[in-house]
């Protein structure tokens, strides 16, 4: 079965950091993309960020040159590493795979900004 199991997020000040991480099971991890979803309160889900098989990264220009996206194969993880922390970062966070024609999604998780 697969799952993807979020951990990290909580609250930040304007100017902080905080570390999301994304844990899959049930999948070929390394032949996956994986991307990072957003959706601010009010507002529609909008992509963050990705992630290729190959370690190919996008990034929105929202969060070009704050936020990192890495992987790890081993670990079957792939984490969202966010610095210079905005209050516009606030948002509920969620990470999602394409797998086998389907869409997988992680469980969310809420990420506060304060100023």
């Known amino acids: 079965q697969v799952q993807l199991v979020q951990s990290g997020g909580g609250f930040a000040q304007a100017g902080g950091s905080l570390r999301l991480s994304c844990a899959a099971s049930g999948m070929i991890f390394s032949n996956e993309a994986v991307l990072w979803y957003r959706q601010p309160p009010g507002q529609l889900r909008e992509l963050v960020a990705d992630?290729?098989?190959?370690?190919?990264?996008y990034y929105s220009d929202s969060v070009k040159g704050r936020f990192t996206i890495s992987r790890d194969n081993a670990k079957n993880t792939v984490d969202l590493q966010m610095n210079s922390l905005k209050v516009e970062d606030t948002a509920v966070y969620y990470c999602?795979?394409?797998?086998?024609?389907?869409?997988?999604w992680g469980q969310g998780t809420q990420v506060i900004v304060s100023s």
């Open positions: 999602n795979v394409n797998y086998n024609w389907q869409d997988y």
């Open positions: 992630i290729s098989s190959s370690g190919t990264t």
